[in-house]
Nanobody, 123 residues
Framework: QVQLVESGGDLVQPGGSLRLSCAASGFALDTYFIGWFRQAPGKEREVLSCITVSDRTVHYLDSVKGRFSVSRDNAKRTVYLQMNSLRPEDTGVYYC????????????????WGQGTQVTVSS
């Protein structure tokens, strides 16, 4: 079965860190571009960052630049989103998604999606 599974979401205090994982099953990740997205309560889902097949990261949201980083371990079929200096406004459901074409801020480009993992930043 082809699927993506996110994990690592949790309740964390402001200023804290979390590492989210996006694990692929049923397919190899090495030929896929992986995007990370977030849906805050009451808001539309937004694109955060994307990692290319050559391990270059593109950040689309200015507020995550310098705080979030993306990495991949193709052998483990897993992509990670390292989040540092977390803020209450980072609260939301985080999703990963893939496509084999390119990194894009357009969500319609991504054709495989995980179910999401909840991140709550609160004291």
């Amino acid at each position: 079965q082809v699927q993506l599974v996110e994990s690592g979401g949790d309740l964390v205090q402001p200023g804290g860190s979390l590492r989210l994982s996006c694990a692929a099953s049923g397919f190899a990740l090495d030929t896929y571009f992986i995007g990370w997205f977030r849906q805050a309560p009451g808001k539309e889902r937004e694109v955060l960052s994307c990692i290319t097949v050559s391990d270059r990261t593109v950040h689309y949201l200015d507020s995550v630049k310098g705080r979030f980083s993306v990495s991949r371990d193709n052998a483990k079929r897993t992509v990670y989103l390292q989040m540092n200096s977390l803020r209450p406004e980072d609260t939301g459901v985080y999703y990963c998604a893939t496509n084999q074409a390119y990194c894009s801020r357009a969500q319609s480009v991504y054709d495989k999606w995980g179910q999401g993992t909840q991140v709550t930043v609160s004291s």
